[in-house]
């Protein structure tokens, strides 16, 4: 380098680049955390919850229509906590607009029953807010076929997480959460039906089933009795 080079060139302290990567905007990101029923989905949401208020950073949980009741997320092994209930008509733009500082951020339980218009406004929350979305949902339905607001979610979350692998009573990987109704497996009726798996809560009943099985109708001997 020549010593006109070196007289011209910024000392450290006065580039004006040195710094600036901290300056960065903060960024959010939207994530779905998809699983059969069984795959720990709640419990997962609780200690993300968890974990990110340890770290001071603050933030919202929303679910509907939980197996505790209104105003709790709760998990089958045991842990809860509160949280607010979200339905078709919550405005999460709305109700996160002044709630949440930047770098904060938002979990919603049971995604899979977000209307398609609510995951836009929670991507444009991640989008202008900085907000980081945690999504806890199934992607399809008893009829094996996705919910609406699970596929909405696939079309725009940043990331797709799949969840602990449930087997079905054949020992090969689960994929429809069969609606048992008589003991036998149903293809037709609502795609929402609030229930829990075979041997507890209350509501409609459901069963983990390869597509193999699922597609026979066959809950197995052991299930049967």
Known sequence: MTDAARETRPAPDQNPLFGICHLAPAVGRLRFHAGLMGAGKSALAIQVGFHRRQAGRPGLIFTSADRAGGGTLSSRLGMSVSAREFDPATDFVDTLGEALPPRGFVIVDEAQFLTPG?????????????????????????????????????????????????????????????RIEGGRVIRSGSQVAVGDLAGGGAGATYRVLCRRHWREGDLGRALLG
């Open 118 to 178: 609510q995951v836009e406004q929670l991507a444009r929350v991640v989008d202008e807010m900085a907000v980081d979305v945690d999504c806890f949902g199934l992607l399809t339905a008893f009829d094996s076929r996705t919910f609406p607001g699970s596929q909405r979610l696939v079309e725009l979350a940043d990331d797709i997480l799949d969840l602990v692998e449930v087997l079905c009573w054949c020992g090969q990987a689960g994929r429809v959460n069969a």
